[in-house]
């Protein structure tokens, strides 16, 4: 699978501020996941917006979704020094079979100042 | 709901020894389950994906003989890898996606490291 392409790659940012991460890719989409890592452990499922969605909220969470640009992007807002961790994007391509692997991005690793 | 597990968590091996690590899903049944690797600072790959009851397919350049896998139930598929060397060192996360509400969706485990001395 090729990975689509995130910007930025790292980001560091004071306690409280917003943390904005893009993620582009360049199949056709049955739809969109963002995940967070935490060094070293697995991957916590954060959203999921589908192809036909343009913008999704799940508490400090805010996702859009432009499947003319191929791309998305990841909203945190008011971040907390727990919110540090690398995030990734996942598409879940547009097939028949539903049985395709997700592409992750490349990730961005977020940084919260206290 | 829709709970993954690995096993081991944790691996060390020697180089040339063959290593199996086991993804479960607790609470549906798996149709599909999906293999992962993730190298240090890295995004994860996939590898392979495997239907129950039939063979796995590999990504390309994902050597087949050299990860062996099997998918034996609805709840169970390993991975083996065979005759591991240093290059193998990794996390390795299996998902799963079957039969829940949200069918659509997959369920990550937690990942295994495995690192080969």
Redesign the interface.
């Known amino acids: 699978s090729q990975q689509g392409e995130e910007d930025p790659q790292a980001l560091s940012i004071q306690e409280g501020e917003n943390a904005t991460m893009n993620c582009s890719y360049k199949t056709s989409i049955n739809n969109l996941q963002w995940y967070r890592q935490n060094s070293g452990r697995g991957l916590v499922h954060l959203i999921l917006i589908r192809s036909n969605e343009r913008e999704k909220h799940s508490g400090r969470l805010r996702v859009t979704l432009d499947t003319s640009k191929k791309s998305s992007s990841l909203l945190i807002t008011a971040s907390r020094a727990a919110d540090t961790a690398s995030y990734f994007c996942a598409t879940d391509p547009f097939s028949g079979g539903g049985a395709d692997g997700l592409t992750f991005g490349k990730g961005t690793h977020l940084i919260i100042q206290p | 709901g829709a709970v993954v597990s690995q096993h081991p968590s944790r691996v060390i091996c020697k180089s040339g020894t063959s290593v199996k690590i086991e993804c479960r899903s607790l609470d549906f049944q798996a149709?599909?389950m999906?293999w992962?690797r993730q190298f240090p600072k890295?995004?994860?790959?996939?590898m392979a994906?495997s239907?129950e009851g039939s063979k796995a397919t590999y990504?390309q350049g994902v050597e087949k003989d050299k990860f062996l896998i099997n998918h034996a139930s609805l709840t169970l598929s390993t991975l083996t890898v065979t005759s591991a060397h240093p290059e193998d060192s990794s996390?390795y996360?299996c998902?799963a996606?079957g039969r829940t509400r949200t069918?659509?969706?997959?369920?990550?485990?937690?990942?295994t490291?495995l690192t080969v001395l």
């Open positions: 149709t599909t999906f992962y890295q995004s994860l790959m996939l994906t239907n990504e996390f996360i998902s996606k069918y659509n969706e997959q369920f990550f485990g937690p990942g490291r």
